[in-house]
């Protein structure tokens, strides 16, 4: 491994255009190559990244020595396959989410990825977010008690994606964090959704969680909405949190609220009384997550420490979306998770 990182970005167009705009500025990456069919797309990004050598081929791309690690922010469709080669040709690989589009092909990368020796990082963006990492600490550390259930809301007036629908764009965000969160992969899945802007393509999705311990989660997700919506809400015995993506200054809230039982009453609701306390809003650690997530990735590949969002992250992401998928096309059917 060289003093700096060698890395080159493939796919340079709506989301990959900002891998090269934050690995260009890291003083750990030598940014030597960007990667996409697409020739506009290309030379956007050739103009924040001049030095870099641009090439319209992956193969090519594989092919070159000096590259020691890829990003692929390219389709979902082609994550896998193109992460499998990456290994292969000893790449290191930082893949966008989700890692696969089956439980299969998520098996494939892992086995892969074991094989090589090389990291493998899934783009997981949301768990390099300063208040998600506040949040986790406060849930690591029993500061809001037990989890109870959380509800996630991603809704946004947005772009129109024609080659996947809102559960596969939004939803491994919010499931990232909440698989994280509660540690555990649900027992069941459910998901209703509907296309009312183009046949088969489901712009709005209502996805339910259950998991072992009666702990639930529900997400709801739209690019058919009035309002831009980024938010996470735990609530806990003890406290309730906030994280609020879209608030420009307000991004986490810790809510002294709930119920109280007094001891000698443990046995009877009817002494439950409700605690209005106060409302905290902790100072936040300064960092874009985007760049956070790069630092990270860059660090791993220099000292072969694993990643926060490595491939058993990824894979169980894609377990669940598959599920979810599932349970979509049988209008909302619950579907189990099926251990080995």
Same mark, same amino acid.
């Given at each position: ?65 000096? !590259? +020691?690690?890829?990003?692929?922010? @390219? #389709? *979902?469709? %082609?994550? &896998?396959?193109?992460?499998? /080669? =990456? ?7 930082? !893949? +966008?989410?989700?890692?696969?589009? @089956? #439980? *299969?092909? %998520?098996? &494939?990368?892992?086995?892969? /990825? =074991? ?126 949190v906030e994280l609020d993506d879209v608030h420009p200054t307000e991004k986490l809230r810790i809510y002294d609220k709930g119920y109280d039982r007094p001891p000698a009453f443990t046995q009877y609701a009817e002494y439950l009384t409700v605690r209005h ?64």
């Amino acid at each position: 491994m060289s003093a700096r990182v060698r890395i080159a970005v493939v796919g340079t167009g709506y989301w990959g255009v900002n891998h090269v705009r934050a690995f260009s500025r890291l003083a750990a990456a030598e940014l030597v190559a960007i990667c996409d069919p697409d020739p506009a797309a290309l030379a956007r990004a050739a103009q924040l990244a001049p030095a870099a050598t641009q090439i319209a081929s992956f193969d090519e791309l594989l092919a070159d020595r000096r !590259v +020691e690690a890829v990003v692929l922010a @390219t #389709p *979902a469709v %082609a994550h &896998a396959a193109q992460a499998c /080669a =990456a290994l292969a040709a000893g790449k290191h690989v930082f !893949v +966008e989410k989700p890692m696969a589009l @089956t #439980p *299969a092909d %998520a098996r &494939a990368v892992a086995s892969a /990825a =074991a094989s090589s020796g090389k990291t493998l990082m899934v783009g997981h963006l949301m768990l390099y977010h300063p208040g998600y990492i506040r949040l986790r600490e406060l849930v690591r550390g029993g500061e809001i008690g037990e989890v109870y259930y959380l509800y996630a809301l991603r809704v946004n007036l947005g772009r129109l994606r024609k080659d996947e629908n809102a559960l596969w764009s939004f939803a491994p965000h919010d499931l990232s964090m909440i698989l994280d969160l509660v540690g555990a992969l649900p027992v069941s899945v459910a998901a209703r959704g509907e296309s009312y802007l183009q046949p088969g393509i489901e712009d709005v999705v209502f996805l339910n969680l259950a998991f072992p311990d009666r702990k639930m989660a529900q997400v709801q997700l739209s690019w058919l909405d009035p309002r831009k919506e980024r938010r996470l809400t735990v609530v806990g015995s003890r406290k309730m949190v906030e994280l609020d993506d879209v608030h420009p200054t307000e991004k986490l809230r810790i809510y002294d609220k709930g119920y109280d039982r007094p001891p000698a009453f443990t046995q009877y609701a009817e002494y439950l009384t409700v605690r209005h306390g106060d409302i905290h809003i902790p100072r936040l650690e300064a960092g874009e997550p985007l760049d956070l997530e790069c630092r990270h990735f860059l660090e791993c590949c220099a000292t072969g420490q694993p990643p926060r969002t490595g491939v058993q992250a990824g894979a169980d992401v894609v377990e669940v979306l598959d599920l979810a998928q599932k349970s979509l096309t049988a209008g909302g059917a619950p579907m189990t998770l099926q251990r080995a």
